[in-house]
């Protein structure tokens, strides 16, 4: 069977219409680092935690949040100590192993507050991904195993017809071709060591895949077979948004050398110069 990895990088697909979010406090899971392969690890569109916070977990994280930082900056904790928060987490919410836990999530359901809501998708990647009842329907039809829902609300009892989705599976590692696998001995996050500029291939596992419509799979993200790819089209032209598939087959990444001194100079000077113009079309002129 064929798999699709699912490509969110259509931000000029972004629905504005459409915002939910957690009601009162913000709560969520700090982000972590890694001073080892020097990586920030913040959330993941599959695996979000919209379950009601048990209180413990809440009060918990509100006293980590108390912890100096920059403000309006996440609060960021060392792979060793976010193993012993997943942990905590993992027991409140008596989650099963596959659940996956990650760094930099939002907790709590979803609320979308507004009087109307009439949705001209079925399926939307925005900062998770939402199904409209229909779309849910339809998945549902193949058997998935591994996925749950949670409806986004509108008031404390009544919820829209728009869920989200959560999918229940550790990740896994593809095949690859053209370099191999590295795991960090510091946060157990995974990285393809390869030569630079030489194209790197990914193949869905096959063991034990015979089922499977949903993977998440290291490097790639969220996977779908070919069978789900189907049943979203039949949904009609413009019915998912936000998001494309894309055979794995076809899917090629390139390891690019870290950019020189003199790239970074140029790229910084860019920056500053679209700050700059931007600032200009913010602030008014001086009065004169
Ligand atoms: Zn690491």
């Given at each position: 069977m064929e798999y699709y990895i699912v490509d969110t990088s259509l931000t000029d697909e972004y629905d504005w219409d459409f915002e939910p979010t957690q009601r009162g406090v913000r709560l969520y899971l700090p982000q972590v680092y890694c001073p080892h392969c020097r990586k920030t690890y913040t959330g993941d569109f599959t695996a979000p935690l919209p379950e009601p916070i048990p209180p413990a977990i809440r009060r918990f994280i509100r006293a980590l949040e108390q912890r100096p930082r920059e403000p309006l900056s996440f609060v960021t904790v060392s792979p060793q100590e976010f193993r012993a928060i997943e942990q905590r987490v993992r027991v409140a919410y008596g989650f099963p192993p596959e659940r996956r836990i990650v760094p930099g999530t939002d907790l709590g359901p979803l609320y979308l507050l507004r009087q109307r809501f009439e949705p001209h998708w079925q399926v939307y990647k925005g900062y998770n991904l939402f199904f409209t009842g229909k779309a849910r329907q339809a998945v549902e039809q193949l058997n998935p195993s591994n996925l749950l829902w949670f409806p986004v609300w509108r008031t404390r009892t009544r919820h829209w017809d728009i869920w989200q989705l959560v999918v229940v599976e550790q990740k896994r590692l593809p095949a690859i071709e053209g370099g191999q696998w590295v795991q960090c001995p510091e946060c157990g996050g995974w990285s393809i060591d390869a030569p630079y500029d030489v194209p790197i291939r990914f193949a869905v596992p096959e063991v034990g895949m015979e089922f499977s419509d949903f993977l998440c799979l290291e490097g790639l993200g969220l996977v779908v077979s070919e069978r789900v790819v189907e049943v979203l089209a039949g949904?009609?032209?413009?019915?998912?948004?936000g998001l494309r598939f894309v055979p794995v087959s076809e899917v090629e990444r390139r390891k690019v050398p870290p950019p020189s001194e003199e790239e970074l100079r140029r790229i910084e000077q860019a920056f500053e110069k679209e700050m700059e113009e931007a600032r200009r079309l913010i602030m008014p002129p001086p009065f004169e």
């Open positions: 949904l009609g032209h413009g019915s998912v948004r």
